[in-house]
């Protein structure tokens, strides 16, 4: 089946920071979606791609769906506290989408 | 304009007994996704329902675990004689299309605890 490798696994980082996480796959994939889990709760969507070489963003976060289809960044600029918790990527293709496995970021203040 | 609603949000049981989990979808998503999360750990699929459909259950356990979707009424998650394993937040999301191109919202979960 199709899987997602996420990078890095874990993140500590300063405040103010700029974070790059990134997703990649021997797959192809028609979208890719970026999420962020806050401790204690579900996974909230932050930013959904839907065309290779697309780059979109979401106040400090920007999000590129690679060319060859099979990866995906996600940026966060100038990082503050409220960034922490856990980012997921999310790979849809003519199969179930399929999540990454999570990169935790912690910003110290 | 209420999201996903799960409960109850926490529920503790002692082995063997059983747990029930309900999920209702957002208003006017017809797909359903149950996802288990271990502590500092990622989603782990257990299975897609549509009404009255089970699509794709690979991800849940052979034994003790059933989900079901009725035309009526929330989602549920069964687990029947709990042990302590089972313990895990679960997480039920819904979606409009069947490859959820629009993503997926999320409900805050339900942690369960065996004792």
């Known amino acids: 089946g199709q899987q997602l490798n996420q990078s890095p696994q874990s993140m500590f980082i300063q405040e103010g920071e700029d974070v790059s996480m990134n997703c990649t796959s021997s797959?192809?994939?028609?979208?890719w979606l970026w999420y962020k889990q806050d401790p204690g709760e579900g996974p909230v969507l932050l930013i959904a791609l839907y065309k290779a070489g697309e780059l979109t963003s979401n106040g400090r976060l920007t999000a590129q769906f690679g060319i060859t289809r099979k990866d995906s960044f996600l940026n966060i600029s100038a990082s503050i506290p409220s960034d922490v918790g856990i980012y997921f990527c999310?790979?849809?293709?003519?199969?179930?989408?399929?999540f990454g496995k999570g990169t935790k970021l912690t910003v110290n203040p | 304009n209420a999201g996903v609603m799960q409960n109850p949000r926490h529920l503790v049981r002692r082995r063997g007994q059983e747990a029930r989990l309900r999920c209702s979808p957002m208003?006017?998503?017809?797909?359903v996704y149950w996802y288990r999360q271990l502590p500092e750990e990622g989603l782990k699929f257990m299975v897609y329902l549509q009404k009255e459909n089970i699509i794709d259950e690979s991800g849940m356990p052979k034994e003790r675990f059933s989900a079901e979707f009725p035309k009526e009424g929330p989602s549920i998650l069964r687990i029947q004689q709990v042990v302590r394993g089972d313990s895990a937040a679960y997480f039920c999301?819904?979606?409009?299309?069947?490859?959820?191109?629009?993503?997926?919202?999320f409900g805050s979960g339900t942690r369960l605890t065996v004792v």
């Open positions: 999310q790979g849809g293709g003519s199969e179930k989408l399929v």
């Open positions: 797959s192809i994939f028609n979208t």
């Open positions: 208003k006017g998503h017809s797909h």
């Open positions: 999301a819904s979606s409009t299309n069947v490859e959820g191109a629009s993503g997926y919202t």
